[in-house]
């Protein structure tokens, strides 16, 4: 879970770099070539997130709704931290419940 919790903040903090780093720097400044390199690192961490969550999913860590949740997250400017923030922190608290009571 904690891998998890990471790769979302590695993948929401890669977007950003792209939206607000990569993309003025490109249309501003005439350097496309920031794009080019932000543009491939935010597309390994989107890939590589998902199929963490989706491993996740298949471990029985988190639900498959939690799971979709995550993956739309992957989209949306902000969602993985979000997601870190509310679903993976309320999952993560569950477990360590019901591991203190077994």
Known sequence: MTFLRLMALLEGTSL???????????YQFGMPEAVSL????????FVA??????YNVFKGRITGGQGFI???ASFVPFGTFIYKATVLK???TLTNVSNNLA
């Open 49 to 54: 997130f998902n199929l963490v969550l989706f």
């Open 16 to 26: 950003l770099l792209l939206l607000c780093v990569a993309m003025p720097l490109k």
């Open 90 to 92: 309320k999952s993560a």
């Open 70 to 72: 995550g993956s739309l």
């Open 38 to 45: 932000v543009g491939r690192l935010h597309g390994g961490l």
